[in-house]
T-cell receptor, first 111, second 115 residues
């Protein structure tokens, strides 16, 4: 997972609370992604950013917002957390040759 | 819509055995296929990337093949070790269109290598 860092590693929220998941890369690539991974559902794309200042919705964007203010960072915000958002969240980037690299993940529990 | 299937969902083998993991996809219009490894509680680690024009890629004891026309890829692991125990996922990237940034992932094969 070298090159992509995520904070925090673990988080417990109560329903209705908000939080921002942070992702940063030091590989100087344009494209960045947010996924969630749930048992039996596999990896699902939440949002994608092709470059600084641009974002696109993925498969499951409802309940999330993202921000790509610079090339290095891509954050994911939950405005009002729900138990259905309990999941493991992964940030990823696309490197040369369209190879994808993942961060270590954030394990989020919403009670 | 692209669908990626990995069979079996779980596999248990004794140490030292050679093994093959399978990945199939429904739409052959792919740009590349990537194999990942995921250890429990960890992120995905890229193992091999095969471009659509390639037939195989090798890294150490791992060999991945791609048959685009039949919609199949295999990951061959030689002389398996307990440290190979993990979930292995494959993912395909479409070759064209506005959504070519999106990977479609299989759900993975959980491999256990017993000492």
């Amino acid at each position: 997972n070298a090159g992509v860092t995520q904070t925090p590693k673990f988080q417990v929220l109560k329903t209705g609370q908000s939080m921002t998941l942070q992702c940063a890369q030091d590989m100087n690539h344009n494209s960045m992604y947010w996924y969630r991974q749930d048992p039996g559902m596999g990896l699902r794309l939440i949002y994608y950013s092709a470059s600084e200042g641009t974002t696109d919705k993925g498969e499951v964007p409802n309940g999330y917002n993202v921000s790509r203010l610079n090339k290095r960072e891509f954050s994911l915000r939950l405005e009002s957390a729900a138990p259905s958002q309990t999941s493991v969240y992964f940030c990823a980037l696309m490197a040369a040759g369209y190879e994808q690299y993942f961060g270590p993940g954030t394990r989020l529990t919403v009670t | 819509k692209q669908e990626v299937t990995q069979i079996p969902a779980a596999l248990s083998v004794p140490e030292g055995e050679n093994l093959v993991l399978n990945c199939s996809f429904t739409d052959s219009a792919i740009y590349n296929l990537q194999w990942f490894r995921q250890d429990p509680g960890k992120g995905l680690t890229s193992l091999l990337l095969i471009q659509s024009s390639q037939r195989e890629q090798t890294s150490g004891r791992l060999n991945a093949s791609l048959d685009k026309s039949s919609g199949r890829s295999t990951l061959y692991i030689a002389a398996s070790q307990p440290g190979d125990s993990a979930t292995y996922l494959c993912a395909v990237r479409p070759s064209s269109g506005g959504s070519n940034y999106k990977l479609t992932f299989g759900k993975g094969t959980l491999l256990t290598v017993n000492p």
